[in-house]
């Protein structure tokens, strides 16, 4: 068996990763339903070495050094998204949005609990493939799978990715359809579309809400200062998070090792936004965040087990269904009736779908097949990213750090 260093996974990663981008190219339906390109690629690894480990011979293994250091610098991102002006700017509606998002991922790891008891399994597998992995999506669920595997969730690692599959992919094939209905069957004909919506300028104002800017000093490149001043102001939040999370780990509260990073990017996001001593540039710092998750997936899915799934197929498919149906047919009427009852709550409705399912990719790629089919819906473009992609997050990660503790 031939092991590979830390540096040389990492570009074995790199490769993969391309990988899973060329394939979903050629295979359009791989993009329809949101696959993300760094778990097609990891997959066929796994894939690979799992015959090899069913014919008794392994060719080599990888060093995951890296793997952390990358999943904690995806997380410090989303921190550093969390921003209370955003949230302000947003208004009533994103509030109301994330408040039934947050009541849905306790309900998901409630519904999981019975579940699993129900099937003869411990109650964390339900919380894992509850809100960890549906509402959170894969990257939360490798990162959480260690403490659930402590916990006594045996093969946490290769339940996660399994139950965040089975919800990108349902996530993305039942949005649509449901918000296609909502509009056909439930909007009144002068609540229809086509008319008398705001600016369409609404589609963008995630990326416009979220300034920040680096001007470089004498002859520096600008690009390269601002990338490098966002590199440093992460790293310096994950130093500092490290502390953070050292002190909650003594005080005896178990919680994944890049909660305190994130921590320490909201305040840091927040004391800019007040004070503008740092001139954070959100941008720069999602891109980074970006290329952190593609490597961490990549790396973590490379490493999956998947002959740890072969006697947990069945409960897990079983209890995936249960949490599908709950989300499909409970939340569309609540988000619908919450947001309004008008097209663009018709249009949210299928965005929580693709989130609460899938990722945020999901609830986007619902909302745009609907918009393209029945006209813009504005409100719905600003409220589901902006919750979607910053701050449920936030907030399930406290959720699964109570459940965690609680079932510990």
């Known amino acids: 068996m031939f092991a590979i260093n830390a540096i040389h996974t990492l570009a074995f990663a790199g490769v993969v990763l391309f990988a899973g981008y060329a394939i979903r190219r050629r295979l359009g339906w791989l993009a329809r339903l949101n696959i993300p390109a760094p778990v097609i690629g990891g997959l066929l690894v796994s894939i690979a070495m799992t015959v090899g480990y069913a014919r008794g011979h392994v060719p080599f293994t990888f060093d995951t050094t890296l793997r952390d250091p990358l999943m904690i610098a995806f997380f410090t991102s989303v921190g550093f998204g969390a921003s209370v002006g955003l949230l302000k700017r947003g208004g009533p509606l994103v509030l109301w949005f994330l408040a039934a998002s947050t009541v849905f991922t306790v309900l998901q790891n409630v519904l999981g609990v019975v579940a699993a008891r129900l099937l003869g399994q411990p109650p964390l597998f339900g919380v894992l493939a ?40 349902t996530g993305g094939l039942l949005g649509g359809p449901v918000g296609t209905w909502l509009i056909e069957h439930r909007l009144h004909r002068g609540l229809r579309p086509g008319g008398g919506h705001e600016d369409l300028v609404a589609h963008h104002v995630v990326e416009s809400a979220l300034p920040g800017s680096a001007e470089a000093p004498g002859s520096e490149d600008r690009e390269a200062y601002a990338l490098l001043k966002a590199t440093a102001l992460l790293l310096f939040a994950m130093w500092v998070g490290a502390g953070i999370s050292d002190w909650l780990t003594a005080m005896g509260v178990i919680l994944p090792r890049y909660i305190g ?40 899915l490379m490493t999956l087990k998947l002959w740890q799934l072969a006697g947990l197929a069945l409960p897990l498919a079983l209890l995936l269904v249960v949490q599908v149906v709950f989300v499909a047919l409970v939340a569309p009427p609540l988000i619908f009736r919450l947001m309004g009852r008008d097209y663009d ?55 699964i750090t109570t459940f965690l503790n609680i079932y510990r």
Not at 152 to 164: D, F, L, N, P, S
Not at 349 to 359: A, H, V
Not at 371 to 399: K, Q, T
Request: glycine content about 12%; hydrophobic content about 60%; aromatic content about 10%.
């Open 130 to 169: 509850g809100s960890v992995t549906l509402a959170g999506g894969p990257a939360t669920g490798l990162a959480f799978a260690p403490l659930f595997e402590q916990a006594g969730v045996a093969g946490a690692e290769t339940i996660a990715v399994a139950a965040a599959m089975a919800g990108i992919v």
């Open 261 to 300: 990073a994130m921590l320490a990017a909201i305040v840091l996001r927040n004391l800019d936004e007040f004070t503008g001593w740092f001139g954070i540039s959100q941008a720069i710092i999602d891109d980074l965040g970006t290329v952190a998750l593609a490597f961490f997936i990549a790396i973590a």
């Open 345 to 399: 709550a018709a249009v949210m409705s299928s965005g929580f779908i693709g989130f609460m399912l899938g990722t945020t990719a999901n609830a986007m790629a619902n909302m745009e097949a609907l918009s393209e089919r029945y006209g813009p819906a504005p409100r719905a473009f600003l409220v589901v990213p902006m919750v979607g992609a910053f701050f449920i997050d936030v907030v399930n990660n406290v959720v």
